[in-house]
């Protein structure tokens, strides 16, 4: 027994540390973590106040307080999470009356470079039909086994490389003056191109995959949140269609996501209809959103699916939105302060100058 209320204490405190610790805006990995496991804190949380009553036949001061704080943790984390269910009201609306020449079907997918499983991928092209495809993770040797996409999806961008960050997407419409983008770091690519619709409207179409923050990849969520929000200010001023898309290594409710959200002016579809946690596609209780689209209000949805694991730890995922111009007259889209601009400037031009900074310290070396 005395073991088990340890176990409470230590698990309980836990949850308590790694939901305080996200309201600290410190870029470093270990704060920034408490962003993710949202649902699973508040699964643990709840654990811990149900099987309290039964390791503690009465409770003192500490413990009536250990559970509050626990009952509050539960709460909030709830509170953040909620938007991205059923029961709230969608941010993007169903669209009635979709035709065909003015809508975009997108398939993204983090095909995880060490994944062999290029033919079911292939199948799952075939069989999704979507208009563009979006991959993270590509290397030569993935390009080379997708060579045969080129014949249905004869507009491609590919950038492989061997460090997991290659991207390449691969499109029937016409792409309009495609550009591979280094926005923070140089061996971390982008894609930026207008996409032309079969209706002859041309949309912005960014596609991008920063780093995440793990000590494996980068101490800091500096670089990650930097290109989020470079890319946030480039479509700021915009009122053209717009889509943005890719494995973001962020979830949704963070609060670099919704500071992207603000700048941008850009819509989620998943607000209101459900997570559709994309990573890890092989364990369930740490799954995360991780993989986004993003839109203007021009759009409509008409389909969003998380389609099955074919091979990677990430589920595909898809999306069919349709372009109306009624659109953007019922959908509100979100608004930055003049506090969340600073912000975005401050995070992009400390993120900077820490890797010119850098730069400089490696080539004296």
């Avoid at 079969?198 to 800091?220: A, Q, V």
């Avoid at 480039?234 to 717009?242: D, G, L, R, W």
């Avoid at 601009?341 to 080539?363: F, G, N, P, Q, S």
Wanted: hydrophobic share 45%; aromatic share 12%.
């Amino acid at each position: 027994m005395l073991v088990l209320k340890i176990l409470i204490y230590i698990v309980g405190s836990a949850a308590i540390i790694l939901t305080v610790l996200p309201f600290f805006k410190f870029g470093i990995w270990w704060v920034r973590i408490g962003d993710f496991p949202r649902l699973q804190i508040a699964f643990i949380s709840l654990t811990v106040i149900i099987s309290m009553p039964f390791l503690f036949d009465t409770f003192n001061l500490p413990q009536i307080v250990f559970a509050v704080l626990l009952v509050a943790c539960t709460v909030y984390q709830l509170f953040c999470v909620l938007p991205y269910l059923p029961i709230y009201p969608k941010q993007v609306e169903q669209s009635q009356g979709a035709l065909a020449n003015d809508t975009i079907k997108l398939l993204i997918f983090n095909i995880f470079i060490e994944n062999r499983e290029s033919q079911k991928l292939l199948d799952l092209i075939k069989r999704a039909d979507p208009d563009l495809v979006l991959l993270a993770e590509p290397d030569e040797r993935w390009t080379r086994e997708l060579a045969t996409l080129e014949t249905d999806y004869p507009f491609a961008v590919k950038y492989p490389l061997d460090n997991a960050y290659g991207i390449a997407l691969y499109s029937r419409f016409e792409l309009d003056n495609p550009k591979l983008n280094f926005f923070i770091e140089d061996d971390i690519p982008s894609i930026t191109t207008g996409v032309k619709l079969k209706s002859g409207e041309i949309i912005n179409f960014y596609c991008i995959h920063p780093r995440p923050p793990i000590p494996t990849e980068n101490d800091s969520s500096n670089e990650r949140d930097a290109e989020l929000l470079f890319v946030g200010r480039m479509i700021e001023k915009s009122n053209e269609p717009t889509i943005v898309a890719g494995d973001l290594n962020d979830v949704a409710w963070s609060r670099t996501t919704k500071l992207f959200q603000k700048i941008s002016g850009l819509l989620d579809p998943r607000i209101g209809r459900g997570l559709y946690s994309s990573f890890h596609a092989d364990y369930a209780f740490v799954r995360f959103p991780l993989d986004h689209v993003f839109h203007s209000n021009h759009f409509r949805l008409v389909k969003l699916m998380r389609l099955p694991n074919i091979g990677s730890d990430h589920f595909p995922i898809f999306i069919h939105l349709s372009y109306e111009e009624t659109a953007e007259l019922s959908q509100k889209t979100p608004e930055a302060t003049p506090e969340d601009e600073h912000e975005a400037v401050e995070t992009i031009i400390e993120t900077l100058e820490t890797i010119e900074k850098k730069r400089a310290l490696e080539k004296k070396k």
